[in-house]
T-cell receptor
Framework: GAVVSQHPSRVICKSGTSVKIECRSL??????MFWYRQFPKQSLMLMAT?????????EQGVEKDKFLINHASLTLSTLTVTSAHPEDSSFYIC?????????????FGSGTQLSVL | GENVEQHPSTLSVQEGDSAVIKCTYS??????FPWYKQELGKRPQLIID?????GEKKDQRIAVTLNKTAKHFSLHITETQPEDSAVYFC????????????FGTGTRLTIIP
């Protein structure tokens, strides 16, 4: 199947710093990417949907100024957690699909474990 | 919006026995229902999915059933093996999978050798 690469896999940072997470589609053009966060032993909660070249659509309750999403190319989307605080510590995971594809062809990244001290 | 509930939250079965996980959804417009398996710290992996135009789908030891009237769907794993131990998530979306997925709360399945 298609491959979605996510980096870094783990990051530890101090409170107040910003962290950037990258999600790349390696062998297809990802026109749509989804960003989720997952707390321990909980479900995947959709944060935002991004389409290449346009602004991301954020889910209710997700601060767009805190979680900056950029989807400037068909193979790369980034999530930047700005001024991170301990409550932002979570597992962040992206998923991507290509032009005209449905969720039957949705591919997940390997996730990023963020720990904010 | 869509709300997906999943039960049970934890499930332990003896190796070789069957496991059943159930989900209910609220939005009658939902018509695509995938199941994902996620091991600790890993990415979710699609194991089986079903569209609303069929009532059952099977792939070797895994099957999914769908009751549109009752708005619930279930995952059935037969002849369970230790490697089936993981967290399983159901999900739902509308427009035959073109819209965003709403995930269930997950079931931690443990297979007892």
């Amino acid at each position: 199947g298609a491959v979605v690469s996510q980096h870094p896999s783990r990051v530890i940072c101090k409170s107040g710093t910003s962290v950037k997470i990258e999600c790349r589609s390696l062998d297809f053009q990802a026109t749509t990417m989804f960003w989720y966060r997952q707390f321990p032993k909980q479900s995947l909660m959709l944060m935002a949907t991004s389409n290449e070249g346009s602004k991301a659509t954020y889910e209710q309750g997700v601060e767009k100024d805190k979680f900056l999403i950029n989807h400037a190319s068909l193979t790369l989307s980034t999530l930047t957690v700005t001024s991170a605080h301990p409550e932002d510590s979570s597992f962040y995971i992206c998923s991507a699909r290509g032009l005209g594809a449905t969720n039957e062809k949705l591919f997940f990244g390997s996730g990023t474990q963020l720990s904010v001290l | 919006g869509e709300n997906v509930e999943q039960h049970p939250s934890t499930l332990s079965v003896q190796e070789g026995d069957s496991a059943v996980i159930k989900c209910t959804y609220s939005d009658s417009a939902s018509n695509y229902f995938p199941w994902y398996k996620q091991e600790l710290g890993k990415r979710p992996q699609l194991i089986i999915d079903i569209r609303s135009n069929v009532g059952e789908k099977k792939d070797q030891r895994i099957a999914v059933t769908l009751n549109k009237t009752a708005k619930h769907f279930s995952l059935h794993i037969t002849e369970t093996q230790p490697e089936d131990s993981a967290v399983y998530f159901c999900a739902a979306s509308s427009n035959f999978g073109n819209e965003k997925l709403t995930f269930g709360t997950g079931t931690r399945l443990t297979i007892i050798p």
